[in-house]
């Protein structure tokens, strides 16, 4: 799959960005139990604060995560821990909206909540089942955080970064 360039960054990055939380903001330790702001050690994701620093400046950032045993509150709290939540304008969850990120209702809430058209929002994700075909469906734009380089079996309508310090990188041009 082809690598996003400069000029497709720009127009796939909306002024509505959605970000997933576990392994793309922040790390979700695979033996660690329970909800994330009750870990005894939570990290953000390498370059996760600068990403986040230089587009709130422009964007308006949302959270929109699948974490099925975390509330918002509890949510807003891990990203206290690691010094994010100053970027971020809310939240969307399971526990919240009531659906499950690739339930086909759960970015329609989101839309709807926003009072903004699909085509508005970018959805960046490391999931292509649960971040960006459900976002694509839903009729937002995605970029995928490919951190394992894996191969999509089709061709897809998005930009492809490997680390957050890229999507950064084209951000900035």
Not at 46 to 53: E, H, I, K, R, V
Not at 110 to 135: F, H
Not at 137 to 152: D, H, K, M, R, S
């Amino acid at each position: 799959m082809n690598r996003g360039t400069k000029s497709t960054v720009a127009t796939k990055l909306t002024k509505t960005v959605l970000f997933d939380w576990g392994n793309t903001l922040m790390t979700d330790f695979p033996d660690a139990q329970g909800k994330m702001c009750d870990w005894e050690i939570v990290q953000q994701v390498s370059g996760a604060q600068a990403l986040l620093a230089e587009l709130s400046k422009h964007h308006n950032i949302y959270i929109a995560t699948n974490a099925a045993d975390s509330s918002k509150t509890d949510i807003i709290r891990a990203f206290e821990r690691v010094g994010l939540s100053q970027y971020i304008d809310g939240y969307f969850c399971k526990a919240s909206i009531g659906l499950s990120k690739y339930e086909p209702g759960f970015y329609s809430a989101i839309i709807s909540q926003l009072g903004i058209k699909p085509q508005e929002i970018t959805m960046i994700g490391d999931s292509l089942e649960k971040d960006i075909y459900p976002a694509l469906e839903a009729g937002l734009q995605a970029v995928w955080l490919n951190t394992e380089g894996a191969i999509a079996d089709t061709i897809l309508p998005i930009v492809e970064v490997q680390n957050l310090i890229e999507l950064l990188e084209l951000c900035n041009g």
